[in-house]
């Protein structure tokens, strides 16, 4: 953050970051005279510089000012860091090498999730640097633009986009390094939502993760129609390699569930939730209705005290039924509500012993 305001701050002055300094965390009421005094003592070593300008950081509740460096220098000699009223004044610079290092690091990271610079930029929305343009460029330009990239993109920008899909082929006999296919459509669906850039580009990075039968799958939905778009997509490797257990199965199966003996009806409820929802994606239970279908179920598929069996039939007929998160809510309280009268049963289990014997020894 530092070096980049160093950056930006040169662009202003039009002057050049790696002959420039910038000193943070001067205190607001030091003046300049104050200033010069601490940097000269300071900055012997590095010769002549002259101050360009003074700035104050909200962040920081501090000010920071920008030196022109007048001769060549040694970054080596130069301090991170010097003593001044308040405390410690950070000094900020850039290395000559700073800018190739750094894409060193990032081809690196970009090399082992099997990507691109230029394939970053595309996903940043930047589409201004290709592959064949890349090797033409500086390390310092590159830098920048890598830089001006990020600053702009899409917000938020989500790191998972490097965090490669994993494999997914369709084979009957999967690789090693597959995901079965329900924990690779989840990530999938996920990041597909979430990920905001364009259709083409998510299209792309599906296909990176496919294999065999699915990979053909993917060109046969495209052929078809140019214009899909990833959520149809999708919605196709559902219908193909998918659960094939039908609407009336999956409804059956939600109806036909029961409090297990020794389940709490919180885990009765969570466990029913998962069945649920695949009955509601298979359209088995329409959508609109899920919220009232889940409180009958637990109404008539858990053992329940007669006070929560109250609560709930209170919540059917009252209103609108309760989310799924509301239900949780509600039989949470008095799971713990049980919990807690049953506690103070056990550390009083002879009160009524006591009572009785105090009234007979009165009575005698």
């Not at 993917?218 to 490797?237: G, K, R, T, W, Y």
């Not at 929560?308 to 059917?316: G, P």
């Amino acid at each position: 953050m530092a070096l980049a305001l160093l950056e930006d701050w040169c662009g202003i002055m039009s002057v050049d970051t790696q002959k420039s300094l910038m000193v943070m965390g001067i205190p607001v009421d030091c003046d300049e005279a104050e200033i010069q005094e601490v940097l000269q003592e300071n900055l012997k070593s590095l010769g002549r510089y002259r101050l360009l300008g003074k700035i104050f950081r909200k962040q920081d509740n501090a000010n920071a000012v920008l030196l022109e460096l007048m001769e060549d220098v040694d970054t080596s000699v130069i301090p991170s860091e010097v003593q001044g009223r308040g405390g410690i004044w950070k000094v900020i610079f850039k290395t000559p090498n700073q800018d190739t290092e750094f894409l060193e690091r990032l081809n690196l990271f970009l090399e082992k999730e099997e990507q691109t610079l230029a394939g970053m930029f595309r996903a940043l929305g930047h589409e201004g640097v290709s592959t064949a343009t890349v090797p033409s460029i500086s390390p310092e330009l590159l830098a920048s633009l890598v830089g001006q990239a990020i600053a702009h993109a899409p917000q938020p920008l989500l790191p998972m986009r490097y965090r490669k899909l994993r494999i997914f082929s369709g084979s009957a006999v999967p690789a090693p390094e597959e995901e079965p296919f329900e924990i690779w459509l989840e990530q999938a669906t996920e990041i597909v939502k979430e990920w905001p850039v364009a259709e083409a580009e998510k299209k792309r990075w599906l296909m990176e993760s496919l294999r065999g039968p699915a990979l053909d799958l993917m060109h046969i939905v495209q052929a078809d129609n140019q214009s899909v778009s990833v959520e149809e997509c999708l919605e196709a490797f559902k219908q193909v390699f998918g659960s094939l257990e039908s609407r009336r199965t999956s409804q059956v199966r939600y109806l036909k569930t029961y409090q297990e003996e020794g389940e709490k009806v919180s885990a009765y409820v969570l466990r029913l939730e998962t069945l649920l929802r695949k009955a509601v994606e298979k359209r088995a239970i329409p959508r609109n209705i899920a919220d009232q279908v889940r409180l009958e179920q637990v109404m008539a598929g858990a053992s329940l005290s007669e006070i929560l069996w109250c609560r709930l039939r209170e919540l059917k007929d009252q209103g609108p039924p309760p989310s799924f998160l509301e239900l949780m809510k509600v039989i949470r309280e008095e799971e713990e509500e049980e919990a807690s009268f049953e506690h103070e049963n056990l550390e009083d289990p002879d009160e009524g012993e006591t009572y009785g014997q105090w009234v007979n020894q009165a009575s005698a």
